[in-house]
């Protein structure tokens, strides 16, 4: 009996009961599989015993929640940002882009995981749970790459200057098609037979195999891990690197300067532009290491998976799982918090969901939903 049911806990002890002294007896996590689904089932699952069907009911409970904020926010910052002028530049289709694959992904792995956690195991069937996988991965490769063009965007504004070349509608959606590309030919390369996706060990969600000992399969993660994690990060954070040196050296020769000219600071538009810049370029990181703080433990289960450094537990797969899906939420909330032009629409689209004052004055988003430009203000 489902926990998201009947009251079940009182139900599920007096079932597992056991015999001969054990508590669970015989039974196992994977006894509420399917039988078309066992071939999928990796040996090593049968030792576990089942999960209390409370774990069940808090995982479908909070991924259900998570599901509805992230389809609602992300659906309106692609609204937004599509139906707003003045949010329709070169950089913020990289943003729209970002939100519309966290819209997808909550839309495809939600409504289905929730349905499994009230089942208390995987009952959609071996196709569904080979696509759940590769959406996931699709979507969260998607993700993290759009991340890091972002990042190179503020990189190519902040560091270069004036002599960048400016990014184009065109460029941003060249782009936004290379990775789609990418991330098409990582996340179906296990439905052709290098790796595979199969039941986690919680049996109400589906990822990679890394409990295969097969080098083969092996492989595929070690290699997916470099261009869909640490490659992105290290481009994150060398962008980010030389942004702070950017500004910090800009800053502090604004301070000399004023000092030169015995005033206590330089206002002008150049000096504001770089300010704003710098604050923003921080909530761009607190994105990304949100983005990395979701997706790490999925690495780190793998890697342990395939170095067999330790025991993984199916309650450990639960946690994976609903770090994942909360990454899909953090967009949008910081949008709405740190995006001064994106909270003006928000207000006049959906004037009950703004909060305190939208303090569009003075800034005006010229660049990303992570970043805003500062334009010069008319003389009195």
């Given at each position: 009996m489902?926990?998201?049911?009947?009251?079940?806990?009182?139900?599920w002890?007096?079932?597992?009961a056991?015999?001969?002294?054990?508590?669970f007896g015989?039974?196992t996590?994977?006894?509420k599989?399917?039988?078309?689904?066992?071939?999928?089932v990796?040996?090593?699952?049968?030792?576990?015993?089942?999960l209390n069907?409370?774990?069940?009911?808090?995982?479908?409970?909070?991924?259900g929640?998570?599901?509805?904020i992230?389809?609602?926010g992300n659906?309106?910052?692609?609204?937004?940002?599509?139906?707003t002028k003045?949010l329709r530049s070169?950089?913020?289709?990289?943003?729209?882009?970002?939100?519309?694959?966290?819209?997808?992904?909550?839309?495809?792995?939600?409504?289905?995981?929730v349905?499994?956690?009230?089942?208390?195991?995987?009952?959609?069937?071996?196709?569904?749970?080979?696509?759940y996988?590769m959406?996931?991965?699709?979507?969260?490769c998607?993700s993290?790459?759009?991340?890091?063009?972002i990042a190179?965007?503020?990189?190519?504004v902040?560091v270069?200057?004036l002599?960048?070349?400016?990014?184009?509608?065109?460029?941003?959606l060249?782009?936004?098609?290379?990775?789609?590309?990418?991330a098409?030919?990582?996340?179906?390369?296990?439905?052709?037979?290098?790796?595979?996706?199969?039941?986690?060990?919680?049996?109400?969600a589906?990822g990679t195999?890394?409990?295969?000992?097969?080098w083969?399969s092996?492989?595929?993660?070690?290699v997916?891990?470099?261009?869909?994690?640490f490659?992105?990060?290290?481009t994150?954070?060398y962008?980010?690197?030389?942004i702070?040196?950017?500004?910090?050296?800009?800053?502090?020769?604004?301070r000399?300067?004023?000092?030169?000219m015995n005033?206590?600071?330089?206002r002008?538009?150049?000096a504001?532009q770089?300010s704003?810049?710098?604050?923003?370029?921080?909530?761009?990181?607190m994105?990304?290491?949100?983005w990395?703080?979701?997706?790490?433990?999925?690495?780190?289960?793998?890697?342990t998976g395939?170095?067999?450094?330790?025991?993984i537990s199916p309650?450990?797969?639960?946690?994976c799982?609903?770090?994942a899906?909360?990454?899909?939420?953090y967009?949008?909330?910081?949008y709405?918090?740190?995006?001064?032009?994106?909270?003006?629409?928000?207000?006049?689209?959906?004037?009950?969901l703004?909060?305190?004052?939208?303090?569009?004055d003075?800034?005006?988003?010229?660049?990303?939903?992570?970043?805003?430009?500062?334009?010069?203000?008319?003389s009195?």
């Amino acid at each position: 009996m489902s926990v998201l049911g009947e009251p079940s806990y009182a139900a599920w002890t007096a079932q597992h009961a056991g015999v001969s002294g054990s508590f669970f007896g015989n039974l196992t996590v994977v006894d509420k599989v399917p039988p078309e689904m066992l071939h999928m089932v990796d040996a090593y699952w049968y030792q576990f015993p089942p999960l209390n069907p409370l774990w069940h009911g808090i995982l479908g409970l909070m991924v259900g929640i998570l599901g509805v904020i992230s389809i609602i926010g992300n659906g309106m910052v692609v609204y937004i940002f599509a139906s707003t002028k003045s949010l329709r530049s070169p950089s913020n289709i990289l943003v729209m882009n970002l939100a519309f694959s966290d819209f997808l992904m909550m839309v495809t792995m939600s409504p289905a995981m929730v349905i499994n956690c009230y089942c208390e195991t995987w009952v959609l069937g071996p196709l569904m749970c080979e696509l759940y996988g590769m959406f996931g991965s699709l979507f969260g490769c998607t993700s993290i790459w759009t991340m890091t063009m972002i990042a190179l965007d503020r990189y190519n504004v902040i560091v270069k200057g004036l002599s960048a070349q400016p990014l184009t509608s065109k460029g941003a959606l060249l782009r936004l098609l290379l990775v789609w590309l990418f991330a098409v030919i990582w996340t179906i390369a296990p439905m052709f037979g290098w790796n595979r996706y199969v039941p986690e060990g919680n049996m109400t969600a589906c990822g990679t195999d890394y409990l295969n000992k097969d080098w083969v399969s092996r492989s595929y993660i070690l290699v997916y891990s470099v261009f869909v994690y640490f490659l992105p990060l290290f481009t994150i954070i060398y962008s980010y690197w030389f942004i702070v040196q950017a500004v910090a050296a800009h800053e502090r020769n604004m301070r000399e300067q004023a000092k030169k000219m015995n005033v206590a600071s330089l206002r002008s538009s150049e000096a504001s532009q770089t300010s704003a810049e710098c604050k923003l370029a921080k909530v761009a990181l607190m994105t990304i290491a949100l983005w990395f703080f979701a997706w790490t433990p999925y690495l780190v289960t793998n890697y342990t998976g395939i170095f067999e450094g330790a025991k993984i537990s199916p309650l450990a797969t639960i946690w994976c799982s609903l770090f994942a899906k909360a990454n899909a939420v953090y967009n949008p909330i910081v949008y709405g918090i740190s995006h001064p032009k994106y909270r003006q629409a928000l207000q006049k689209k959906f004037p009950s969901l703004v909060c305190g004052n939208t303090g569009g004055d003075d800034t005006t988003s010229t660049a990303s939903g992570v970043t805003t430009a500062i334009e010069d203000k008319p003389s009195a």
